[in-house]
């Protein structure tokens, strides 16, 4: 079930609200936990069924492992390290089954020259949300910072439905509390007044914008031999601004929905192309995930307490799990390495004691994070490197017929006239939707921001009332978020 549905918007969501807070108005604690675990399972399986065994199993598999792990420091049988070490292996084995095993066998055919059968596996809707959240569980049941809960706390944890599809990566110790607390079991309008604005903002932002945004970005990858220097940009551009708001959508109706809840999801995007280097657009882009790769992977391998090799060594290691984290296939892979590189010359740069001003240092570092998006999205090599063969200008450079005769002038330069953004299907108020693009990234508040200052008016009211009445007029079709591919 998508956030972005009229199903979800005007039926799954309100009846799960209304339920909720009346099984906890009459005292019915644990039937209203019990109720989010269903209406979560339900919301889950909502397109397929076949894979909700799948979820129960690995719920069941790894609250047991960490029960286990937490009741003592010395198992009768096997020690908790041991333990840990099981459920991180049987996690990864589980991801890697369905979300790779097709990676691995291409390989081998193309290496060794076989013709060994795909699998052809349907990938698990959520698999890479909900493996690393309870491998984090286990790793923090080890460090002994998670309390006894039953299964349903636990179920409820994994599989509250605001965070389970596409996160926010969630701690055990910052859910179950609040899920705990008296105060949260009443209907609180404050609340709700938030809730209900963030989700119109993040409803806005992708039926709006990005799916506006993919139809160029759509296009412009499907027809990468073409694109001349213009639309190659506008390609680029479109998929980093499509990836943008869609993600920063969905965690906006994430977080807007749980607040309903009277649950404060963690802050998962803080306007990540305002960074002005790479290490802070790491820290703004996908913060839960890039939380648990420096808790995870990054600190355990020795974090920065090494030495400088070492350092590099932990920082490529780290980003490339990332990459093949979101995806089987050699572009992620190498979309890791370039952001892994990017931080080893960041460190550098920095143990030098060199320094850029904001706006260049800005400059370097959106245009490589837009680059490197290029290898995220493109569906091959050619593809990837067409696309930046034509940013450059190698397959001309076009522009309107009606900048002909005052700048004719360039035409000396190889610079020509006419169709200049058809391979993208694009129109005359395509360039103008890439500069609100920028303008809204850089120019305006980020909804944490506003939040912050959010106060319940008639103007909050009618504006969230305009931009959410809108938003549901222009559902025509159903669109995925990009994240539920990962």
């Known amino acids: 079930m998508l956030f972005n549905s009229y199903e ?18 009459n005292k019915l604690t644990e039937a209203s936990k019990a109720l989010l675990v269903i209406s979560s399972l339900t919301f889950y399986s909502w397109w397929n069924t076949i894979y909700l065994p ?18 003592k420091k010395q198992h009768k049988l096997v020690s908790p390290k041991i333990l840990v070490t099981i459920g991180i292996l049987s996690n990864i084995a589980l991801l890697g089954y369905f979300k790779y095993c097709d990676f691995f066998i291409k390989n081998i055919n193309y290496i060794v020259n ?26 923090d049941s080890y460090k002994k910072e ?34 705990n607390n008296p105060k949260n079991k009443i209907i609180n309008l404050k609340n709700i007044s938030k809730g209900f604005y963030i989700f119109g903002v993040g409803l806005f932002k992708k039926v709006i914008i990005a799916d506006t945004f993919s139809i160029w970005a759509t296009n412009g990858f499907d027809h990468t031999n073409e694109l001349t220097c213009i639309e190659a940009w506008i390609t680029s551009l479109s998929y980093s601004f499509q990836l943008y708001f869609d993600f920063s959508g969905y965690t906006d109706m994430a977080v ?4 309903l809840f009277n649950i404060k999801l963690p802050i998962n995007f803080n306007s990540p192309y305002k960074a002005s280097n790479i290490q802070e657009f790491w820290r703004r882009w996908h913060i839960t995930l890039s939380r648990f790769l420096k808790d995870y992977i990054y600190i355990p391998l020795g974090g920065n307490r090494c030495n400088n090799i070492k350092v590099i060594s932990n920082l490529i290691i780290t980003f490339l799990i990332g990459g093949i984290w979101h995806g089987a296939g050699w572009n992620f892979i190498f979309w890791g390495l370039l952001h892994g590189i990017a931080l080893v010359f960041y460190r550098i740069w920095k143990l030098l004691g060199f320094k850029l001003n904001y706006i260049l240092g800005w ?3 959106f245009n490589f994070v837009n680059i490197a998006w290029i290898f995220f999205r493109a569906n091959n090599w050619n593809d990837s490197f067409n696309v930046i063969k034509g940013m450059l200008g190698l397959n001309g450079i076009y522009l309107p017929n009606v900048f002909n005769n005052k700048l004719h002038i360039l035409s000396n ?22 500069t609100l693009g920028f303008i809204i990234v850089l120019g305006f508040k980020n909804s944490i921001e506003q939040t912050i200052k959010f106060k319940r008016n008639y103007k909050t009211a009618i504006f969230s009332g305009l931009l959410f009445g809108y938003s549901i007029a222009s559902i025509n079709k159903v669109s995925e978020f990009l994240y539920f591919n990962f």
């Open 8 to 25: 979800f918007i005007i039926a799954f969501l309100p009846i799960v609200f209304f339920i909720y807070f009346y099984l906890n108005k």
């Open 54 to 71: 799948l979820i129960l199993i690995s719920m069941l598999f790894n609250y047991t492992l960490g029960t286990s792990i937490s009741k």
């Open 114 to 139: 076989t013709n060994i059968p795909l699998l052809n596996l349907a990938l698990p809707l959520a698999i890479s949300f909900f493996t690393f959240q309870q491998i984090a569980y286990l790793i």
């Open 146 to 179: 998670t309390k006894e809960y039953n299964f349903l706390n636990y179920g409820l944890f994994v599989t509250f439905f605001p965070q389970l599809i596409a996160g926010p990566i969630v701690h055990h110790k910052e859910m179950m509390p609040q899920f």
């Open 256 to 259: 807007g929905v749980a607040l």
């Open 363 to 365: 400059f370097i570092t």
């Open 413 to 434: 330069y190889n610079i020509k006239f006419g169709p200049w953004i058809n391979h993208i299907n694009g129109n005359l108020f395509t360039p103008i939707w890439v």
